[in-house]
């Protein structure tokens, strides 16, 4: 059974950075591609940034030079570093191994 939780979530103000982490079990993680989505009120659920096996990255346009994610296979985590937040990133965010299993989400306010 794969499982995927999230952490790093809260409230910051604008301009201001958090980092996530999503822990991966039971799944050979190191194969796999890893990608971070998040979910507005109101708003369907939109891709953010994208990391290979190989350690390729993907980016959405709006989060280009601000958010960084990366991998760490024997951790069998992966991390978005968000830096230069806007009130527009606020969301709820979750990760997915593969596009096909999903943490359970984890809320990040941005405040103006």
């Known amino acids: 059974q794969v499982q995927l939780v999230e952490s790093g979530g809260g409230l910051v103000q604008a301009g201001g950075s958090l980092i996530l982490s999503c822990a991966a079990s039971?799944?050979?993680?190191?194969?796999?591609?890893m990608g971070w989505y998040r979910q507005a009120p109101g708003k369907q659920r939109e891709f953010v940034a994208a990391?290979?096996?190989?350690?390729?990255?993907n980016y959405a346009d709006s989060v280009r030079g601000r958010f960084t994610i990366s991998r760490d296979n024997a951790k069998k985590t992966v991390y978005l570093q968000m830096n230069s937040l806007k009130p527009e990133d606020t969301a709820v965010y979750y990760c997915?191994?593969?596009?096909?299993?999903w943490g359970q989400g984890t809320q990040v306010t941005v405040s103006s």
């Open positions: 997915s191994l593969a596009n096909y299993y």
């Open positions: 039971g799944s050979d993680f190191s194969i796999n591609f």
């Open positions: 990391i290979t096996s190989g350690g390729s990255t």
